[in-house]
């Protein structure tokens, strides 16, 4: 006796691939402000903090990235409204601005590189500025 198996639909199922996406936003949002309230604590610290301002380019990075994420929400509103050619660029500007970003990291770590304060030193607020930063470029 032979059975044979019911023939499923395999067409894309959108649920659990937007639940990942989900928690990835929400998991990174926690490790990105957990981060840095660590920063923001360990700065303000009586006698522990860097006793540094932060270079300029990464006000500059911060602009850059608020910027991509515009271009990214555009290239969605595009795609919802079926203008591909609107998508496509606004997805290459988005991509551009990610390598203008990355670019501005590599400038902000040569800044405080340059001033003395390196990635592993004996203050925990100057090492979390690096691993903040390195991780947004790696989330990027």
Known sequence: MVHTLPQQDLSFNAKPKKFVVWLFVVSSTIMFGGWTS????FAASKGKGHGL??????TYSTAVL???????????????????????LFLWVTMALGLVFGYLQFQGWT???????????????ISMIYIVSGFHLLHI
């Open 38 to 41: 660590y920063y923001i604590v």
């Open 53 to 58: 301002v932060l270079p300029d380019v990464f």
């Open 66 to 88: 608020l910027l991509s994420s515009l271009f990214l929400y555009l290239a969605s509103r595009a795609l919802r409204n079926g203008d591909k050619s609107k998508q496509q």
């Open 111 to 125: 800044s405080l590189y340059n001033t003395g304060a390196v990635l592993i030193n004996n203050n925990a607020a």
